[in-house]
Structure formats: structure tokens, C-alpha cells
């Protein structure tokens, strides 16, 4: 989620002004210390506009949770490049690996400590649910394009795409919450993987 | 984790009796529900006990995780079987993929949870970089164990351990917080992943 999105640099209205304080709250405080009144500090406007909008930090979350996918939904193109392995390592290193600045790994932990909400929250299970859908079948996608024009093998596009994001998910977990330094060996496991498992023509390591 | 812990069914001491209590409360409330209070409620002694022991719920909780990891090292024995493969399945199959009962389940998003925690307390984030580093080096000598009995190919054990560590958190996270539905496409797409690649006699699919 590294992509440049518009409503963080000049957010347009009231709505995307609301998704820009909380973006930046969320970076700053992390989901268990954030408050509306947190929220507010980074709001240009009145305060009383997130109180009478929202009922508490959950609901204004889980609008900003669904906003967010809205972007990413129109930020990533159904097409980056013609050949399936470039567009699905581009895929991989820009929404899953997070490669980004400081700013970035706040978000991406404060991302961690959302999705555990659902854990206990059916609110945040939809939310996730739905998240991971539209990514499965983004990839779901580019893996059957990749086996069409000659690019990927035969696979089962579901299974390889399953778990790729069950990689992409333990790679976001390891670096929040743990030693990072598996980061690197996890990434070149997987261009392995990918190497090994679905290119017709693979490439001599 | 699904194996028998002996402090679940007779807990022998105070201290047993306290992550026991610790433990069903977690499965009950999960992590933010939780309270000194609620473990109180399913601890068998004066509730002024945990008060006296403890500075608060995370610092019990901490004290729950290092007891937990002792527990879990004790466990699970270095030699399950004389084949690595079969001992490394094992492995997977009891200590990441969980397949448990319902209680089992409880305890996994509560330590989702947990793990969380871990974005922005550095305590928890020392616990699990403590964690993930027992896991790693139990499956990275069992890796080079499989190497040196000629079971698996000459790989990478750190990045082969690192990558297959990400894909079981990643399932984790899948399972507690997601559409659990993609679990056994992931499982199934592991065992092709582990023929595939460390298998030196792959079986045929």
C-alpha cells in the first residue's frame, strides 16, 4: 500500500479531510492509544464534525477501512505490464512487501493491529474478508492471464494465490511484531518459489 | 499449540493455577475484553493474589507468554521421528496449522491478539522475537538434519525456514481473521511447495 494516494496530499472535502486526519493518527498513535479526540488534532476542522459523523473510533475505522480499499481498488491497474511475472512481481513488492518509508511501517503496523481486531469483531471480519477478496481475485487474475499467454505453468490458480498471500500476511506479521531481519531471506524464498513453481522458463540461479 | 499441557487439566501451584486461570480467560474475552478482573473469575484463590503479583493485565499476560514458550519447548521433543520430512509435517501440522477444537481456535485469536500487541509494546515485540527464534532454529536444524541423511536437497535453511515460519503466521492471521476457506488450498499448496523444493525423492502428485 505504498502507492502515492491523492487524499493524504491535498485531500479533497470534508470526507477525504476525515480519512487524512485518521491516516495520520493512525501513524502516530497505533489503534489502542487513538481516540476521536486524537483524530481531531490532526483535523483541520471543527472536532464536533467527527463526533456528530461517527458513533466512537470503531465506526470512523471501519470507514476508513472501507475508503481505503476504494483507493487501492482504483490505484492498482488491472494491467501494470504484458508480461504476467513482471505485473505479478510489481504486485507482490508494492502491496504486500511494503517497501516504503518510516511513515509507511506505521501504517502497515497500525494495519496489523487493525486486522486483529477481527479476531473478536465480526465488523472488521467482513471488512477483511472483503479485502481479501479483492486481492485474491486481482491475483487470482493475473495467474490465469500468466498460464494463457505461456508465461505461468498449468497451476491451480487458487491454491498458488492463497498462498502467496498467506506469505504476504506472515511477511507483515514478522516485520511489525518481530525480528525483522527474515524480511530479505522470506522475499528471496519467494522469487524462488515463484521461479521454481511457475514459470515455464525458468531462470538459472 | 494443540498439544496436552498438563497445567490445563491439573495445575500443580499457585503459579500453574494463575495461567491456567489465564488461559480460559483469554479463550473466553480475548486480549482487549480482558481484565485482572475476568481471570479472577476463573482462578480458584483470592483475586487480591493476581493484584499483589501482577502490575496490570499485560504484565501478567507477559508473564503468561514466557510461561506458555517454556511450556511449548518442553513439549515438543527434537526427534518426533527419524525421517525429517515426516518429523517436519508433524511439526506444521501441530505447532502452525492448529488443527484443534474450538478451544484451540479461542486461544489462536487471542494470541493474534497478542501478537498485535507487539506493533507498538516493545515487550511483546521482545517476547515474539524471542518466540519466532526458537521456532526458527528448531526448524532450522531440523532442516540441516534432513540435509545431512540426504531427505532434502542442499537448500537455504534459513531462507526455506524464514519463508515456510511467514506462511504459517500468514495462515494464522487467514484463519482468525479472514474467510477461513483459503486454509486448505494454503496446506495443500505447502506440501507441493515442500516436495518441490526439499524433497530430494519428490512424490508424484
Redesign the interface.
Same mark, same amino acid.
Given at each position: 500500500m505504498a502507492t502515492e494516494r491523492s487524499f493524504l496530499d491535498r485531500p479533497q472535502g470534508t470526507r477525504e479531510e476525515i480519512m487524512n486526519a485518521t491516516y495520520y493518527a493512525l501513524c502516530e498513535h497505533?489503534? =489502542?492509544?487513538l481516540t476521536i479526540q486524537r483524530i481531531g488534532e490532526h483535523f483541520g476542522k471543527s472536532k464536533s464534525l467527527l463526533y456528530h459523523h461517527y458513533d466512537g473510533k470503531d465506526d470512523l475505522l471501519l470507514d476508513f477501512l472501507g475508503f481505503m480499499l476504494d483507493e487501492v481498488e482504483q490505484s492498482i491497474p488491472k494491467t501494470i505490464s504484458e508480461d504476467a511475472h513482471i505485473h505479478l512481481i510489481t504486485i507482490i513488492d508494492r502491496i504486500f512487501l511494503n517497501v516504503g518509508q518510516d511513515q509507511g511501517q506505521e501504517f502497515e !503496523? =497500525?494495519m496489523?493491529?487493525l486486522? =486483529?481486531?477481527?479476531?473478536?469483531d465480526s465488523r472488521?471480519?467482513e471488512y477483511?474478508?472483503e479485502? /481479501?477478496?479483492f486481492f !485474491?481475485h486481482r491475483l487470482i487474475d493475473l495467474i490465469e492471464m500468466g498460464i494463457e499467454n505461456g508465461t505461468f505453468r498449468e497451476v491451480?490458480p /487458487?491454491?498458488?494465490v492463497?498462498?502467496l498471500? =498467506?506469505?504476504?500476511?506472515?511477511?507483515r506479521?514478522?516485520r511489525?511484531?518481530?525480528?525483522a531481519t527474515?524480511i530479505r531471506?522470506?522475499r528471496?524464498?519467494?522469487e524462488?518459489?515463484i521461479d521454481?513453481?511457475l514459470l515455464v522458463d525458468s531462470r538459472e540461479d
Open positions: 497505533g489503534y =489502542a492509544d !503496523k =497500525a496489523v493491529e486486522r =486483529a481486531q477481527a479476531a473478536h472488521y471480519q477483511f474478508t479485502h /481479501d477478496r !485474491k491451480d /487458487d491454491r498458488v492463497s498462498f498471500m =498467506a506469505i504476504c500476511d506472515g511477511t506479521t514478522c511489525t511484531t518481530s525480528n527474515a531471506a522470506i528471496d524464498e519467494l524462488t518459489y521454481t513453481r
